[in-house]
């Protein structure tokens, strides 16, 4: 079988086996010979009730191969009427992989994998009978049982086109064959000709085919007989695959039209010109309806020589001129016949222009292309003139050319399955690394890459062998298959499947003969697979030398260089080793000692000469998510070094305990490599470090800015590869201690992009929230523009250095690159903006949002004015984003979907007036399903088209000018288009659908009209050419960057197109220069364009610009010296740059190559970042890691289940955000983000909300009506400041300007304005008009302001204090204008180099101002001079207060003294005098109170007789001197609270704290009954005791000591101390009946005491080693559930296990009645994993409600009765905490959402009142009372239930 000549011209397969002698073929079942009547002759009868069991195979050993080389394969048989059968074809391709393709009328529709393709067949009926009229004219249902009256088939299938099309593959040969019940057979053949069963040989020598042109009739062995006369197509069906016709379904293999066949068959050798006819045309239908029904409804063309076409619409491309097109009775009516299409072609009268008309025909009787995905459905419409035909010959080979017109030149992107695999090549001059579900291979010195496509879903793991010439990939997903590639050649050599999911770890062998990789099983189990690959490079198979399912968790696996059959793996918890022998994988653990608990990283062996050490010398290293480094002995299969990575220890003083080895957080190490010189090691820190073997130094570090995931050492150890979680790739030059960065990319799906063709800039929008621009030439990463707000789409403008962006809030900016500033920002959008674009002339720009609204700006001004907004006129939703817009070439026009998804708007470019609107839902009449309009595109060159793609997956051809169809494309994609764009030249179409790119023939008058490519794993959000014609962009999981390879025309003049027209006046020139830059065109350009360093930012932004930044953070990635080498770790740390301002994070990247800095190269960029002051007086936000949910439901005003009742507490954390005014009694705090508006008189509350973070500061007018509230912004973001109207409790307004939190508020005397002071990291003053509410005026100065005031007598001064002394401010008011002048003095020289931190006026001449240190200096306003000093107290004064001659001062030493300063006045201006001097002026204290906390706020009377203080400890007090006393008003928790519990009758609740308090508070009044305290103590847990008397209420307390204390509420003292735990106590309760109390410790053991005599009764240990979260006792009867007691009690624990309890205390019985445990993912994303958390339903004890990590985010039910989970609730995040009561449920989480569910409907609500994510929520006993706490913050509710 060396030669293939032998199977020329085809193989008789039966004849060839001798099937019937069994010897070479096998039968299994009921397989028989009989005689069939039809065929006359004996055939194979194949029965059966089950396909597969009955069937014939060829050859028998499966094992051989028929080897047949044969192109195309016949099969003759017949289906048995009403039953199934199946037919295998195991076929060979060209990497030696085999392929089955399967058919059978079982199949519904088609699917395919890598290794299998399936096909529906859809059986045919007898000609004439009642299934075939039947089936004609259905268009569904036809897949099924073969019908009774069904006839013999000819089966032909094109083995080679049918691989190529679906799989992109190379057919070799074919294997074998299995033909299954039910059907007779009576032959298959193989051969490379095209022959046609109803051809004689008589009927083919007179058409002189012959097969040496490849086609001929079928051999007369193998040919049905047909009667004399007869027809060959009424007796029998020919059904060749793939199909000429149309399919239905989509790829399934049927019958074609019998009479098409014939007459595609004659016609392939001579054309037969039919007779000519009369058509009569109907004059132009202006109706537009009408027209459209007309072409989409037409005549059915009877099957005659002379076909009559009664009428014909249209189709014309409409002139300047209308015209009447009419045909004369000698028109000549002709049928071209091609392979691809038919068309009817109208030849007008000579002399008259009528063009050629095409006819479109009847979807019954129409050809199709056939395409990579689908048949291509044809209209065709008239040319523009007339056109000549090709011959039928020459047209069946015209396709696309070249071919392949795309190749794939560059990706920007890494990772996306994993970031943990890059590769060294053995040379290290290339890297090899995932980018989804493609294999890169970069060169480091040019960047150059190639690329190993293959894998159809994202890359999970890559493994070299030794010498680097053979590589191993694997890809995620359900469909697990491994790869091995010959690298040097870039061909797959090799595919293979055995694990059924998760390949998550690959390891070759040094010698490439032994492949180890780690999966998962179908039953989802741990699976270790190693393969033999010894002969893959000849061509051999891979085969499995041995596997095991184990329960071990295996992060890394690798095989020892030294040794193919051993192996070391580590994971969580573990660390094995592995060998294989004798055909078995064993394991044997490592004995890791007390370091058992561990979460292993990686694990490497060391380096070394094969032949310096014995095997059982080796050393492993491994390391830990704790920081741990182990040193293992391969021998002893022990620990032999253990080496800690700890951050560096903060230096604080209230710091008592210094962190060991063993204690304090370690720094995560994610990768570990080895050489024999040194180490490497990345970690969580994001650091890549290098130490020595014995870890005594660090010998080099770089930093970068994220977590690093993986590190690998060169070959020769002169590199180190490093890759960060955020999408960094780089290495580290040791020699040189240079770094480079190879790639970057978004973390995200890339959502949209757009090209700047003059400076070859690419900008980008993720859903990582950046937008990026890329150097297209360099693939550098120039800019990074981070925003709080999720970009959506972007757009270039034309000619300027400038780009716009939308994002998903609605909000539209524009940025100049040059000098890195927000030119413009607008909010007309109410949604997401969807569409972007400019017009090409850079007049206008064009914008669109998901809410239907359009707006448009004059982008020929720098601030892009609105010039018009026009609301619901753009289809609602996000679907069609980010290119929503289409405007044409000469700026005219404007298209878009709209307004509603069927319709489709063409409008004028400059005025947004609409002109045209096209219904394209009734352009299909037939369909079933109304067609909406997705993408619009204008064509370049002809500006009368505008291309419409649709969601039947057709393209439209749409005139601009009367909306007239020209032309569609049916079966564009298999899945909807994303994108379309046309070529400049429009030759050419570019089409986008899921995860392919199509480029197509723009006329679509070829045989093949389009070409397809794959390579992206997720769907193609856009795609477009770029502007100089030479490349295709394509962007989704990552940026692909095509080269496009067709010839570029020298102009359009030359195009042949048959839709060529005239340009129009308005068009302009191609070749206009603008700013003297030559524009893009199609001709290529001469030279590329070099990168360029972008200027410094501009630190100085206008204030008109200044006013529009709204709530984008503001903050800049400084440029870095690219030379500065990296520094050694003693050698110091690299100086950090000049910090500067500007609007957004920039990185500058485009000179770093090469880069010699650690701190460079994003590694990451040290800023000069502003220093937080010396001083408390300056608010700092709390630091959290809680995220704001965007997706609140938020409730109707009038059906809110919960009403907030009231506040506990006071933020001891905000600076001034406490008001009085004494006068109308006013008394507002704010606590979290909410402002509490209190009565003293009657203790009422009333809650202003609209805040989502912590309120920094408050501020009222004097005549308090207005009230100013400024919550600290979050992530950098602006701060908000609401103005709320005290009388209705309502927000007025929101504004925004200062970039960092609000330091102070302030309104003037007159409450003319309101002035706002930036934090330290915006230090800036804003004065607004509290008419408005307008910002009127704004100054940056030099250095942090911590405080402000208005003079009380003019409201034209006003002074401010800060770290670079006194700013004297003053307004001057010139009509509506306001200017602010500011004049700086600095401190006085007595004082020292100090901050001023406070100050007040005096009267109307003197300031008063304080220090860090304690001084109090005296000013006199006019002089602006100081002109006394005295210290006042021995620390910083952080609040001043002066009414009349008294002096109020609060420290941080918590002393809050009144001064009589009535000595001030008399002092003489020009004198300088300090307090010790005898100048006889003395300033006196009159009385003085220590608090309980630094002071932060204070107000008083006129007369500063009384009134109220705020501190630190979360503390109002109500002073008054005049009587010496003080009293409690408020009182909050100033750290954490833990937990917040009701005692029984609901009179009291307790909060126990961090800070080791237990509070009992009075539920009536809010008020603190009682408080204890620990010292040195966290309270973890508190409960009360159940209801017995008063007297006896007793609160139990877990504390972090492990123990346990009871008070007594009644006599407030400890009643009894309980010491059974050694760890803290995490949670705590009483039984039901009181006799004990239960408590669970850290390490998860419960322990029973009795509360009598405080002795530990019993120890639970069955939770040991998780923390247990949750402890609830109820009253129940155990009988029900099998088992004595009288109560039942459950646990939860951090292992998400359930332990549920039946007891009897007073009888000593406890029994486990049911273990819950919960199944979860290995591996967690976030910080820390939620709690696990279990409460009885109130309603029955009976079913137990459990949430914590799992595989699903939801709420779920389990039956104690029934031992099954009854039900599940969805949520939408982890629960923090959770809380039952009769029907509802609170849920909190760290989103700070506070849901209110129903449990039985799954009804909820959202409430976001707190500033934080929730740790506890609980409801009273009675469910008419809901607790819900975010760090301190205690809300209380009103439940009114849903």
Known sequence: MASKGWQHPYVNIFKHIRVEEWKRSAKEGDVSVYMDKTLKCQVFRIKGSIPASSYILIPKNTKQSLGLTGRFFYLLFKPTPAKYFVVHLDVIVEEGQMVRISFSNMFKEFKFTPTWLQFPFLCGAAKDSVYESTSRSARHGLVGPAPIAVRWICLMMDLKYTLSVYLSRHYMHLKSIKLCANMAVKNTFTSDLLLDPGLSFSEAKQMGLASSQGTGPIPREMSFPVPKGGSWHDLYDHIKFPSDGTKLPFDSIQKDNPHSQIENASNQRSPVTKESCCVNLSKPVHDRVSLIQQITTPKLLPRKPAPMVSSIPDLGVVSTQQKDWLCGNDCQLRESPRSSSQQLTIKPPCGTDYRGIHVYLHPDDKSSTHGEENDEELVWTPVSHPDTLPSPLEAKHRKLLPDPILRLSRIIGFGGATTKYALWTKSGDAVVYPCHAIIVSMHISSNQQRFFIGHTDKVSALAFNGNTTQLASAQSGNNSVVRVWNYNRGNCLTMFRTHAHSLSCLSFSYGGSILC???????????????????????????????????????????????????????????????????????????????????????????????????????????????????????????????????????????????????????????????????????????????????????????????????????DSLHVLAATSTGNLGFLDVSSRGYNTLMRSHTDTVLGFS???????????????????????????????????????????????????????????????????????????????????????????????????????????????????????VARGTERAPDALAVSSDSRFLAFVGPSEYIVTIADAQSLDELLHVDVSILDLESPRLDSALKVCFSPAFTEHLLVATSANKILWLSTKTGRLLRQVSKVHKHQCSSLAVSEDSRFLLTAGHNAVKVWDYNMQLHINSQMFIGHSQPIRQVSFTPDQLGVISVGDAIFIWDFLANPIESLADSCSSFKEGRTSHQKEADTEMNGVQLSNEVPRQTAPLPSSPPRLDISIDQAVQEGLGSLSVCE????????????????QCSEPRSAVSFLKVTDLNNLSPVNTSCTDCVQVNQNKPVRPDCYRHFNPRSKTSFLDQAVVAPQPSEEGLKLKAVIGYNGNGRGNMVWSPDQGLFAYSCGCVVVVEYLHTGSQRHLQDHSEEISCLAVTNDAQILASAAGGNNDSSSLICIWDIQNGTCRRTITYHKGAVQSLAFSRDDRFLLSVGDFTDPGLALWSSKNFQLLSSVNVSGPVHDAAFSPSSASQMACVGSHGVHFCFLHTESSDVDLKVQRVTAPAEVGDVELTALCYHMDYFLFTSTNQGHVCVWDVNMQRCFMTWEADDGEIGVLLCRGNRLLTGSSTRWLRLWEVEAVQNMKLKEKVCCGEDSGTTVSVEQEIMLDGMTISAAFDSTMDMGIVGTTAGTLWYINWSENTSIRLVSGHKTKVNDVVFCFD?????????????????????????????????????????????????????????TLRIFRLASSEMEMKLHPHHVAVTAIQYSANGHVILSAGKNGLVAISSPLHGATIRTIKDHKGATISTIQCVDEQCKKFGLEGNEMWLTASSDRRVSVWASDWAKEKCDLLDWLSFPAPASFTGDSLPPSLAAFYPGDHGLVVYTGYAVEKNLTFYSLAKKQIIKTIALPHWATCISLSSQLIAVGSKGRVLKLVKSTSGRFQDFLPHSDSLQTCRFSPTGKLLFSVAYNEILLWDVLGL
């Open 755 to 873: 090209v700047d063709g003059i400076r070859r800039y690419l900008t980008t929008a993720s859903s990582d929230g950046t937008v990026r621009i890329w150097n297209m030439d360099s693939l550098n990463q120039l800019y990074d523009f981070a925003s709080e707000d999720s970009p959506s789409s972007v757009a270039f403008h034309p000619h300027e250095q400038t780009f716009s962006c939308g994002f998903s809030s609605g909000i539209v900016r524009v940025f100049d690159i040059s000098s890195s500033k927000l030119l413009a920002e607008h909010k007309q959008h109410r949604g997401e903006v969807v569409g972007l674009a400019f017009s090409s002339d850079g007049e206008f720009m064009y914008s669109a949002d998901s809410q239907g609204s359009l707006v448009l700006y004059n982008a020929s001004e720098e601030d892009h004015a609105v010039v018009r907004v026009a609301c619901n006129v």
């Open 1117 to 1132: 990635d400084n440029f870095i010296n690219p030379n500065t080498p990296v520094q050694d770790t003693d050698a110091g």
């Open 1546 to 1602: 609901e009179s009291h609740f307790a909060t126990c704290s961090e800070d080791g308090s237990v509070r009992a508070w009075s539920t009536s009044s809010y008020e603190l009954v009682v408080q204890f305290q620990v010292i040195n103590q966290a309270c973890g847990c508190v409960c009360w005791s159940p209801p017995s008397s008063k007297d006896t209420t007793c609160i139990a307390a877990g504390y972090s000591d492990g």
């Open 517 to 715: 990789g780690v999966g998962k099983d179908s039953h989802n189990k741990t699976m270790v697979v190693v393969w033999n690959t010894r002969n893959i490079s000849e061509g051999g198979e891979v085969t499995v030398l041995a596997k095991s399912h184990t329960d071990v968790d295996i992060n890394t696996m690798k095989v020892a260089f030294f040794d193919d059959t051993r192996m070391v793996s580590c994971g969580r918890d573990n660390i094995r080793l592995w060998r294989v022998r004798n055909g078995t994988l064993r394991s044997c653990p490592v004995n890791l000692g007390e370091y058992h608990s561990m979460d292993f990283t990686d694990v490497t062996f060391e380096e070394g000469n094969f032949s310096e050490k014995h095997i059982d010398d080796r050393t492993l290293f491994a390391s830990s998510r704790t920081g741990h480094i182990f040193e293992i002995e391969y021998s002893r299969v022990a620990i032999k070094n253990v080496r800690r990575l700890l951050p560096a220890q903060p230096q604080h003083a209230e710091r008592r305990e210094k962190w060991t080895f063993n204690t304090g957080p370690g720094i995560a190490v994610n990768s570990i490599s080895v050489s024999s010189s040194f180490c490497a090691t990345g970690s969580e820190d994001g650091f890549l470090r290098l130490w020595p073997l014995d870890f005594s130094a660090i010998l080099l570090e770089a930093e970068h800015e994220g977590p690093v995931s993986m590190v690998s050492i060169s070959f």
